[in-house]
């Protein structure tokens, strides 16, 4: 059975990191894309970066180019996402999303709050 | 806003056959395939179709998508009441370079 488990989400103030990790069995991990992908409270979805195979293909969305970095390690079958300087409109609930096609599977996604 | 469109709302009947449509542009529907997902009521999305028109394995035939230029459909035939939710359309945007997901249609099953 394919799981993804996120973990890391929780209040942080405005400016503050914080840093998600997905835990991926199931599958063969180090052969799949991955992506995350939130949703704000009541709110649509929203790409937000992925990451290929190795790593050696990265893209994240503009609205948080230059504060989140995904990575992997494929050795621990392990996603993260490394947030930095986080705003208010980084609330939402983040999920760990595998590709090949995008959605193939979702994790139950762990919450961010940002607020002072 | 988002830069696919899609109805805020849908409806219809036990039984009926409903569609919710996607309109995009040039640079995602129009040059590329569309994934369509569910997302029942407090639970994480689900694969619905993809590559326009593909089901993953247990999605029932009662599902199916078809693009047409810069504009995708999703078709639910036989409603049931489990039908009710959420619904998306995604697809790559070439001037993004990312991926641009629809504002979700919710579907209610009268």
């Known amino acids: 059975e394919v799981q993804l488990v996120e973990s890391g989400g929780g209040l942080v103030q405005p400016g503050g990191s914080l840093r998600l990790s997905c835990a991926a069995s199931g599958f063969t991990f180090s052969s799949s894309w991955m992506h995350w992908v939130r949703q704000a409270p009541g709110k649509r979805l929203v790409w937000v970066s992925h990451i290929n195979y190795d790593g050696s293909d990265i893209i994240h969305a503009d609205s948080v180019k230059g504060r989140f970095t995904i990575s992997r390690d494929n050795a621990k079958n392990t996603l993260f996402l490394q947030m930095n300087g986080l705003r208010v409109e980084d609330t939402a609930v983040y999920y760990c999303?595998?590709?090949?096609?995008?959605?193939?599977?979702w994790g139950q996604g762990t919450l961010v709050t940002v607020s002072s | 806003q988002s830069v696919l469109t899609q109805p805020p709302s849908a409806s219809g009947t036990p039984g009926q056959r409903v569609t919710i449509s996607c309109s995009g542009s040039s640079s995602n529907i129009g040059s590329k395939t569309v994934n369509w997902y569910q997302q029942l009521p407090g639970t994480a999305p689900k694969l619905l179709i993809y590559?326009?028109?593909q089901r993953p394995s247990g999605v029932p035939d009662r599902f199916s998508g078809s693009k047409s230029g810069t504009s995708a459909s999703l078709a639910i035939s036989g409603l049931q009441s489990e039908d009710e939710a959420d619904y998306y359309c995604a697809a790559w945007d070439v001037s993004l370079n990312g991926w641009t997901f629809g504002g979700g249609t919710k579907l209610a099953v009268l």
């Open positions: 999303v595998r590709g090949g096609p995008l959605g193939t599977n």
């Open positions: 590559t326009n028109n």
